[in-house]
């Protein structure tokens, strides 16, 4: 297993890691969950409160090349810490604010922050194992952005039904305070990563060039449709037949198909990586085509959804 060759202070970094990439996938996806609500709340069309995810995503679209670039000689922890305290900021807006306008201005924040962390978390756990177990590392922390998937969005949904979608964003803040005093307090620091300018001469050699315009395109159409898709999950399996009272569940189901993609991952990665983007596009590919118009309902649309979401895992 990952842990039993690794000392302490690395476990509890990977650890700590697994709940940073949490909190990062739950406030992102927060208004996937309380999408409905809060377009009642503000008096707007579902399509228009989607603008919430966009806007986050916006931010990190523009700025984590240029984030990964600024921040290079920066202590990785420090960056970190930064980064967290970034989506408290971000999820206490969005809380508390009195128009629509305010919710995207702090979203926008929260993908500024995300930008950031997720620029360093990765080269973090890296640097918190030997190079053997890299990406069975990587695979471990990233989970705790299925974990999001599994509970996040569907506690938020219960949530906001519960007690209302402002409720549940200041609830989101609070456990995003304690994770940030965790991470001052518990993460191992790391060497800083090569700097840029080192890297550059690598990336002068056309094939090198090649591979990386390659993976930055893919990745790219990856984030973009399952992004368009998965902001109007809700709306969209209710239109398919689910019955209301089932969303909550069915989310749940939704991300626990989002770990075994993520377990799929961790045994490729390693192995055979071109073989994993095939199978997880070919995977997205038939979750989607399944959804167009209303060839399946209820709960095999449900079925069609974790299908798409464990290829993008």
């Known amino acids: 297993m990952l842990f039993k060759s690794l000392p302490a202070p690395a476990v509890i970094g990977l650890w700590a890691l697994f709940a940073c990439t949490f909190t990062a996938l739950t406030s992102e996806v927060a208004p996937v969950g309380i999408l409905i609500d809060m377009a009642r709340a503000f008096h707007i069309a579902e399509g228009k409160a989607g603008l919430a995810v966009s806007a986050f995503a916006l931010m990190v679209a523009v700025g984590a090349v240029p984030l990964t670039i600024l921040t290079a000689h920066i202590d990785r922890k420090r960056l970190m ?29 929260g993908g500024v922050a995300h930008a950031l962390l997720m620029s360093i978390v990765s080269a973090y756990a890296a640097r918190l194992v030997p190079q053997a177990m890299t990406g069975r ?22 949530a906001g039904q519960l007690v209302g979608w402002r409720a549940a964003m ?15 307090f518990f993460l191992p620091p790391v060497s800083s990563p ?27 159409v990856f984030f973009i449709a399952h992004n368009l898709l998965y902001t109007y999950v809700t709306p969209l399996l209710l239109d398919h037949g689910l019955p209301g009272g089932a969303l909550s569940a069915a989310l749940l189901l939704i991300g626990g198909t989002s770990i075994l993609g993520l377990w799929g ?12 983007v095939l199978a997880g596009g070919l995977a997205m590919l038939a979750g989607m085509g399944l959804m167009y118009g209303h060839i399946i309902s209820g709960w095999v649309a449900v079925g069609a959804v974790g299908l798409w979401c464990i290829g993008y895992s």
């Open 265 to 276: 991952a961790g045994q490729l990665v390693d192995r055979n990586p071109a073989a994993g």
């Open 137 to 158: 590392a990587i695979s471990f922390v990233y989970g705790g952005t299925s974990l999001g998937a599994v509970l996040g969005v569907p506690g938020m949904a219960a």
């Open 170 to 184: 200041f609830t989101l803040a609070g456990l995003s305070m304690v994770l940030t005093l965790c991470i001052a």
């Open 194 to 220: 090569v700097q840029v300018r080192e890297t550059l001469p690598a990336m002068r050699s056309h094939r090198t060039m090649r591979i990386f315009m390659v993976v930055v395109v893919v990745n790219g």
């Open 81 to 109: 810490v930064v980064s967290l305290a970034g989506y408290v900021l971000s999820n206490l807006v969005m809380a508390m604010a009195p128009t629509f306008v305010l919710v995207c201005a702090g979203r926008m924040i």
